[in-house]
């Protein structure tokens, strides 16, 4: 069991173990028999433990491959499941997980060009393709504090390849950091957490929050908060969101880019959801104003149903990636680059780093524009269906009509504690996975929707978990 997954005999090792990995999903998931497994934690945890033993015995076992993958499965939540919708956890393609295969056999290490020949030219090609895509050529022009709109001519925008959106935010704050020196961030009461995190790691001062009184920033009071603060150009960060954790809501992008366009504001948009509307012409509309911004987060395991990680940093002006370049003689000397040895440190904040291009250009490559708009189109539609449903359910009450395919949705005339019930015996019976999002003081059911292959049945069957549950 020793034997090396790479080399000419890895494919050969591989293949008898792939079997064994395939046949314990499946017996994993007929045990669990639903999007979660049965029980609760305590249960959980107790399956798991008895599964694993002793987790490092003197003598190995060879069934312990087969064994743990059928405790992880029979353990999991299965985010194919289509009544599994809680989060923003999308079950990924099988083209890009066996792309991910080949990732884990070769394990190149994307920090120096004779650890990843292949996989950092790779790489270079697919994430400036995607940045175009957030920056296409028409787009592509710099506005000055005074308005004056003027061809960019920094140079072709870029993309780097992070863990997520924690990440990606975390990059955009230091690349305008260490382009202005100083930062002062801006950001509405729907930011995503990590936003506020990264200014506590980077040493930033605490963000100014403006209200989102419909879920959304409002424009006037960032307007107002704007003109109070002043300073140098770009060293106000404005931080907009497509595509909100708790109901998939989109900024008025448009605005908020005419807002810091007009106070010399550098503008950073949260997109680790919304960005996957780029992909279809028909949702693409709802991210008018995300060329403007200097810096956009896009992650593909969320809309983009990649298998985790798979996040990006869109770039307008590659000059601020700059601040990320760093030597070490081992990995970069300068002889080396010199004679034309790409230099990789400078793609990142990490120095080993997988290979998570692969899957995504494979799914680029199989699905197309057309494939994967498709994708985009069906999880919308199906979060309108659902809307739909509720909206006529006579015992149930909608949030609104969805941007995305997040629906809110709660039992009439129910109580927060009720509501909050019906989700966690739901979880704890294995029946549903549904999140919870607390607007306009009251808290909601979430469902988000990202398997594309959900039925319309299969959104009658979680209304009608919910219902029964909820008359108990």
């Known amino acids: 069991m020793s034997t090396l997954a790479s080399g000419p005999q890895g494919p050969d090792a591989l293949r008898p173990l792939l079997n064994t990995v395939l046949d314990a999903l499946h017996a994993g998931a007929a045990t669990r028999r639903g999007p979660l497994p049965a029980g609760g934690p305590t249960e959980v945890a107790a399956r798991l433990r008895a599964a694993l033993g002793n987790p490092l015995p003197d003598q190995g076992d060879e069934h312990a491959l087969h064994t743990l993958v059928h405790a992880l499965a029979a353990g999991a939540a299965d985010p194919a499941d289509p009544l599994c919708t809680a989060h923003l956890h999308c079950p990924p393609l099988a083209v890009a997980t066996a792309a991910d295969l080949a990732a884990s056999a070769l394990n190149p290490s994307l920090d120096s060009w004779d650890q990843a020949p292949a996989a950092s030219v790779l790489e270079a090609l697919v994430t400036k393709a995607l940045a175009n895509e957030v920056y296409p050529p028409t787009?592509?022009?710099?506005?000055?504090?005074?308005?004056?709109?003027?061809?960019?001519?920094?140079?072709?925008?870029?993309?780097l390849v992070t863990t997520g959106g924690t990440e990606s935010n975390q990059l955009a704050l230091l690349l305008a950091r260490e382009t202005h020196g100083h930062?002062?961030?801006?950001?509405?009461?729907?930011?995503?957490?990590?936003?506020?995190?990264?200014?506590?790691?980077?040493?930033?001062?605490?963000?100014?929050?403006?209200?989102?009184?419909?879920?959304?920033?409002?424009?006037?009071?960032?307007?107002?908060?704007?003109?109070?603060?002043?300073?140098?150009?770009?060293?106000?960060?404005?931080?907009?969101?497509?595509?909100?954790?708790?109901?998939?809501?989109?900024?008025?992008?448009?605005e908020i880019a005419t807002?810091?366009?007009?106070?010399?504001?550098?503008?950073?948009?949260?997109?680790?959801?919304?960005?996957?509307?780029?992909?279809?012409?028909?949702?693409?509309?709802?991210?008018?104003?995300?060329?403007?911004?200097?810096?956009?987060?896009?992650?593909?395991?969320?809309?983009?149903?990649?298998?985790?990680?798979?996040?990006?940093?869109?770039?307008?002006?590659?000059?601020?990636?700059?601040?990320?370049?760093?030597?070490?003689?081992?990995?970069?000397?300068?002889?080396?680059?010199?004679?034309?040895?790409?230099?990789?440190?400078?793609?990142?904040?990490?120095?080993?780093?997988?290979?998570?291009?692969?899957?995504?250009?494979?799914?680029?490559?199989?699905?197309?524009?057309?494939?994967?708009?498709?994708?985009?189109?069906?999880?919308?539609?199906?979060?309108?269906?659902?809307?739909?449903?509720?909206?006529?359910?006579?015992?149930?009450?909608?949030?609104?009509?969805?941007?995305?395919?997040?629906?809110?949705?709660?039992?009439?005339?129910?109580?927060?504690?009720?509501?909050?019930?019906?989700?966690r015996t739901l979880l704890t019976e294995g029946r549903a996975v549904l999140g919870r999002a607390r607007l306009d003081n009251r808290l909601w059911l979430k469902a988000t929707l990202l398997n594309p292959h959900t039925g319309p049945g299969d959104l009658a069957a979680l209304l009608e978990l919910v219902e029964g549950h909820t008359a108990r």
């Open 259 to 423: 807002l810091c366009e007009t106070h010399g504001a550098r503008l950073h948009i949260d997109a680790a959801y919304g960005g996957g509307l780029l992909l279809s012409d028909h949702h693409r509309p709802k991210l008018d104003g995300l060329t403007r911004a200097h810096t956009v987060t896009l992650d593909l395991h969320k809309l983009g149903w990649q298998p985790v990680a798979a996040g990006l940093l869109a770039v307008r002006n590659p000059h601020d990636l700059t601040a990320l370049n760093h030597h070490t003689h081992y990995l970069n000397a300068e002889d080396d680059t010199e004679a034309g040895l790409p230099d990789l440190l400078g793609r990142s904040l990490r120095t080993s780093r997988r290979p998570d291009i692969l899957k995504i250009a494979v799914t680029l490559k199989t699905l197309g524009r057309r494939g994967l708009a498709a994708l985009v189109d069906q999880v919308c539609a199906h979060a309108d269906e659902l809307a739909e449903l509720i909206h006529r359910h006579p015992h149930f009450e909608l949030y609104d009509r969805p941007t995305i395919s997040t629906v809110l949705f709660r039992p009439t005339d129910a109580t927060d504690a009720t509501v909050a019930a019906v989700r």
């Open 183 to 254: 930062v002062q961030l801006i950001q509405a009461a729907n930011a995503h957490h990590s936003l506020h995190r990264a200014t506590w790691l980077l040493g930033l001062p605490e963000p100014v929050t403006v209200p989102a009184p419909a879920g959304t920033m409002d424009p006037a009071a960032l307007d107002q908060a704007l003109t109070a603060l002043s300073g140098p150009p770009g060293t106000l960060l404005v931080a907009a969101t497509a595509g909100t954790t708790d109901a998939g809501l989109i900024d008025p992008l448009p």
């Open 139 to 159: 787009s592509r022009t710099t506005t000055t504090p005074d308005t004056t709109t003027t061809p960019d001519t920094a140079g072709a925008p870029d993309a």
